[in-house]
Structures are given as C-alpha cells and as structure tokens.
C-alpha cells in the first residue's frame, strides 16, 4: 500500500490511516526479509513533546508509519483539512488486530516491555485468545535507564533476533519506548510497534477506559483520575498546548508544521 496520506500535525508526520490500512501495511512490510524499523502510535501527548522538541519530533518522524492513537487527532484532520478519517489507530486496539491477523498468517511476535507480572499473563492471555499465534518470546527489562552498550540490554537485543520474531511490540511507556525504538532499530531483525499501556490493560492489569469515554475523547479523564499523581502534568499542561497550537496552525502562524522533517 503505497498511497498513504500524511497529515502534518504540529510539526509531526500522522499517517491518515484506518485499522485495516494500518495493519496490512505493518505485516505486508514485516513479511519482508530485511524488515526493521518502527510503528509510533501518537496521541496529544506525544505530539506535543514532538512540537517542543526538535529531536523527538525526528523520531517520530523517522518511523515507518505514527499512526492516530488519539481521538483529538482525528478530530486535528477535520480542522486541519486532512484526509476524513472517522476512527482512531488506538495502540492497544492495533495490537490486538495485528495480532489476530499474525495468527492467520504464521508471523510470530515478540512481547517486550511491561511488569513481568503482566508480559508473564499477556502471553497466556493471548496464546489461548489468538489460536495459532506464535509467541517467539517474551521479557520484561529493568526500569532503570541503561546504556547503549550494556551488555545486558544487548543480550536481550540478541535474544530478541535469534527468536525469529517478525513483530515485537514494545511496550515501555511513552516517550521511553519511542526513543528505544529509534535507538536500536538497525539492530533488531523485524518491525517493533510501540503500544504504550497495552501489556497492562490486555493483562488485565489495569482497568482500560469504558468504550463510550474512548468514543467521546475522555479516555484522558479516566486515566488521570486512576493515576492523578503520575499523569496530572501530560493531561493538565499538555492538553491545553495542543489546542493553543492546533489553532495557531490553523491560522497558519506555528513554524513546526511548516518545516515537516519528512521520513528518512
């Protein structure tokens, strides 16, 4: 699928994509032979560090596909003139559909990232969900940051390629898992999709939003008010410096998405 249409969104390059699109794209790129690279899933959270951040920005940038994970980027199409998508590309949604889909095809995955708890009872939950889905492997890293050159880290990197994985999600928590991704994709042999809370919710873990908060863009609100400690700063600060820029883009007056670093 070649004919993919971009929307440039505050500077960051958001793939016009449904589910269906979504999914054929990663695995016909992921059947491939040399494949390797990365999916972002990017919500206003994400966008936003993009837009203050010229580095980031270019991680997102570099992927092979940033997909709409949130509904206000579905709404910034509508505003922005961009392709009319109705639905979002929400991570934890994605998984599930690529992975339903890697079951049908023999393409085995790889579950990295997470509690050990949770990747532990995510590969349970979905060997018996996906019939026929093979799970090459899974690891839960330390939370600490590390080097590039740990000898640990590049181990698992080694363990991850030798198991043959086509797709290995990952799941670290934004933005931690997009500059991994980046970081270590001309070293791991298959396409890493970021996933975000994906191991926690699919686990069961932690409790995923109700379908009508999601539908309604208040996804947000249900996470801010389970975890207000940790996440009042993405949710209070950063929502409002996406709409104040969506606007100011609107108008033609925000300097990032005027000088869209394209894929390399």
Aim: net charge positive.
């Amino acid at each position: 699928m070649s004919d993919i249409q971009y929307l440039p969104l505050l500077g960051t390059r958001i793939a016009s994509v449904t589910y269906a699109e979504a999914v054929e794209y990663i695995l016909e790129y992921a059947e491939k032979k040399d494949a390797h690279g990365y999916v972002c899933a990017a919500n206003v959270h994400t966008v936003s560090m993009a837009r203050r951040s010229s580095e980031f920005r270019r991680v997102l940038n570099s992927a092979l596909l940033t997909v709409p994970d949130g509904k206000p980027l579905v709404w910034a199409h509508r505003v922005l003139g961009g392709r009319r998508i109705t639905e979002r590309v929400y991570g934890p949604t994605l998984m599930l559909k690529l992975c339903e889909a890697a079951a049908q095809r023999s393409i085995p995955i790889y579950l990295y990232g997470g509690a050990p708890e949770a990747v532990e009872k995510l590969a349970a939950v979905f060997t018996e969900r996906f019939a026929g889905l093979k799970i090459a492997g899974h690891f839960s890293p330390p939370f600490a940051e590390r080097t590039e050159d740990d000898p640990f880290l590049l181990k698992e990197l080694d363990t991850i390629n030798r198991s043959g994985a086509r797709l290995i999600f990952v799941s670290l928590g934004a933005p931690k898992q997009e500059w991994f991704m980046h970081r270590y994709a001309a070293r791991l042999s298959g396409l890493q999709i970021g996933v975000g809370a994906a191991f926690d919710f699919h686990s069961g873990r932690v409790p995923q939003a109700p379908e009508w908060m999601q539908g309604a863009g208040l996804e947000w609100l249900f996470r801010f008010c389970a975890e207000p400690r940790r996440l009042w700063r993405r949710y209070l600060i950063y929502n409002p410096y996406f709409i104040a820029h969506l606007a100011l883009q609107r108008l033609g007056m925000d300097g990032p998405s005027k000088e869209l670093e394209v894929k390399n």
